[in-house]
């Protein structure tokens, strides 16, 4: 971590770590109870952090937004909308300010991953930190999904915006499936919170959660997963584009390291077409290959493979996306995606809607 993150508190998950760092913040902020997040965010599954996250909240069985949060517009470099940091961070104070509020914390994964594999535009990240920071914010960087080498060129996602954050969450790939997580932070943000009501975790660091983070680190070090995940998700991300150049069903492919997605479209346009890429994922499944969807429509493929995945299984994922989009996208899919309307608040298709999806004559292997 960089050289201000010194202090780490150990948990037993990401969403642990997600709802510890909001209590922080507020320790440290006394009196200002409102959190800046971003579209589609997903923070974790704890009464708090489910506050935080749109990707429940403004979903099928979701509350809509808690009246103390404030939603940053999700970039979308694919068309060229909301990219300026700077003025969404700006936009969410005021809208505190204007009931009489104060932002407390601003929390963002580093790559978007339930926004759909979004990359940040260059720059974004630190934009929005200035405006937190002169507001008094905290910053909280989520690195639960995209930690620890996964993006290849970096070991954390932050710095692919060369920024640092007053606090890192971590989660998942922390105990490669070990119960456990962190969150770490700067001493002045740890003085802030030791006010007399001590945090206590029963198994939050405990023996077996410290060897096998230490474990975790010597194999991503050993083995070199880091520079692994550069170079296979360098191939992963040519390979794609070289398919978007024949399938115009593909309108973007995006990703760093292994986190990899490509956004589904009806062709000769932008307009998303979760139908595909709920058929995409289905006849996938049906081959054997896991990949799954995420983004605000439901219409991006994410590939998060686990770091061993090599340039063969790229070849076996990529000769079957191949083999299945070949003779072209089913009628009824077509008519779906038609149908669909993307103005429309929480429209995102659900599974159950997919159990007679055509499957293209797709079989096991």
Not at 97 to 108: L, P
Request: hydrophobic share 40%; aromatic share 8%.
């Amino acid at each position: 971590m960089p050289e201000p993150l010194q202090v780490m508190y150990a948990v037993c998950s990401g969403s642990e770590a997600n709802d510890l760092a909001l209590r922080v913040a507020r320790a440290n902020r006394p009196g200002a109870w409102h959190v800046a997040v971003m579209e589609g965010a997903y923070h974790g599954h704890t009464t708090a952090t489910l506050d935080l996250s749109p990707y429940k909240f403004d979903g099928p069985g979701g509350m809509g937004k808690p009246p103390h949060v404030h939603v940053l517009p999700c970039p979308d470099v694919f068309r060229g909308h909301n990219l300026d940091g700077r003025a969404a961070a700006q936009a969410a104070v005021d809208a505190a300010h204007k009931v009489g509020g104060h932002v407390s914390a601003f929390f963002c994964e580093s790559i978007l991953s339930c926004g759909g594999q979004v990359v940040l535009p260059a720059g974004y990240l630190q934009q929005v930190y200035d405006v937190m920071h002169q507001a008094g914010a905290v910053c909280i960087a989520d690195e639960v999904q995209c930690g620890f080498g996964r993006v290849g060129s970096h070991f954390w996602g932050f710095e692919l915006q060369s920024v640092v954050p007053d606090m890192v969450t971590l989660g998942k790939p922390i105990g490669n499936g070990f119960p456990m997580g962190a969150v770490v932070m700067t001493p002045k943000l740890a003085q802030g919170f030791s006010n007399g009501m001590e945090y206590f975790n029963t198994c939050g660091g405990c023996t077996g959660a410290a060897a096998a983070g230490v474990a975790v680190l010597e194999a991503i070090e050993e083995d070199r997963l880091q520079q692994h995940a550069h170079q296979v998700g360098t191939y992963l991300i040519h390979q794609l584009e070289a398919l978007q150049k024949d399938y115009p069903c593909i309108g973007h492919v995006r990703g760093m390291g292994l986190f990899v997605g490509f956004e589904l479209v009806i062709p000769d346009s932008q307009k998303p077409a979760p139908g595909t890429a709920k058929f995409v994922k289905e006849a996938m499944k049906a081959r054997r290959v896991l990949v799954s969807t995420d983004g605000h429509h439901n219409q991006v493929i994410k590939i998060k493979p686990p770091m061993c995945f090599d340039k063969s299984n790229v070849d076996t994922l990529m000769a079957n996306l191949i083999d299945l989009l070949k003779p072209g996208v089913p009628a009824a899919v077509q008519e779906i995606d038609r149908a669909y309307d993307p103005n429309k608040k929480s429209t995102r298709i659900q599974n159950t809607t997919w159990q007679a999806m055509p499957s293209n004559g797709v079989q096991g292997v």
